[in-house]
């Protein structure tokens, strides 16, 4: 199954099916232009691997991490499929990042990696949207990665069994497709992340971990229209405003 979060036509926030052109609850079936699609989870927060993939790293010439680079975003910048990112003024490289999504089903501490799958409710798709300006001139990157709206998630969480172990991510801008990698090549598999986070920080239920960025980042320009995709949950789209 896929799930949806949306707000029905009477107000009511519903946590329902996603069947890709419309939503169903109770029943109830809407199509997309009678709901307002929300977010598919409220995460207390984002946590984001950073270089998780070989080819990724090299286009910033950059070293692969010996373990995890972590990092984390906030409440604030969680929008949903269909929003629009204001992106920061005066910024020249404010870059998409399709990544893989996984969303926390439990309450998770000090969890080895053989059994971090139990903690998983499903997978979603996330785009890590980057301001480069500000995030390669500081060392904590708050304002390159944490201002509002930086984490578009959606459209739905799918259950893992629909996200095979090879299952493509991709970007497409504007029509014009610029990344497209599978989830077997990153550095650090789902459970590994899971297991160096929580040895760390306790994941809440709603959290989501962004599992890192294939190479084809790029710069967005005003007005632009981006989908992220992944093979088995379904497309995220937004759109971005200067």
Request: with cysteine; charged share 30%; proline share 6%.
């Amino acid at each position: 199954m896929r799930h949806a979060r949306f707000r029905d036509p009477s107000g009511a926030v519903r946590h329902g099916e996603w069947h890709g052109d419309a939503v169903s609850f109770a029943g109830e079936r809407y199509d997309l232009e009678e709901v307002d699609l929300l977010a598919p989870t409220e995460p207390s927060k984002v946590v984001c691997v950073g270089r998780n993939y070989v080819a990724h790293a090299e286009e910033h010439d950059a070293d692969v991490p010996d373990r995890p680079l972590l990092f984390l975003k906030g409440p604030n910048t969680v929008a949903g499929h269909g929003d629009t990112v204001t992106l920061p003024a005066g910024k020249e490289r404010v870059e998409w990042e399709a990544e893989l999504g996984v969303v926390i089903g439990e309450q998770a501490k000090n969890v080895d990696a053989d059994e971090a799958m139990e903690y998983v409710a499903g997978y979603t798709c996330v785009d890590d949207v980057s301001n480069r300006d500000d995030q390669r001139s500081e060392s904590q990157w708050v304002r390159g990665k944490a201002f509002d709206g930086a984490a578009p998630i959606g459209p739905c969480v799918a259950d893992p069994g629909h996200v095979a172990d090879d299952a493509t991510v991709r970007t497409i801008v504007n029509g014009e497709v610029e990344q497209e990698a599978t989830i077997d090549q990153m550095v650090f598999d789902v459970p590994t992340l899971i297991e160096e986070i929580t040895t760390y920080l306790t994941l809440e239920p709603g959290d989501v971990i962004a599992t890192g960025t294939p190479e084809g980042v790029g710069p967005f320009e005003d007005g632009d229209h981006a989908e992220i995709e992944v093979e088995g949950v379904g497309t995220l789209e937004h759109g971005v405003t200067r």
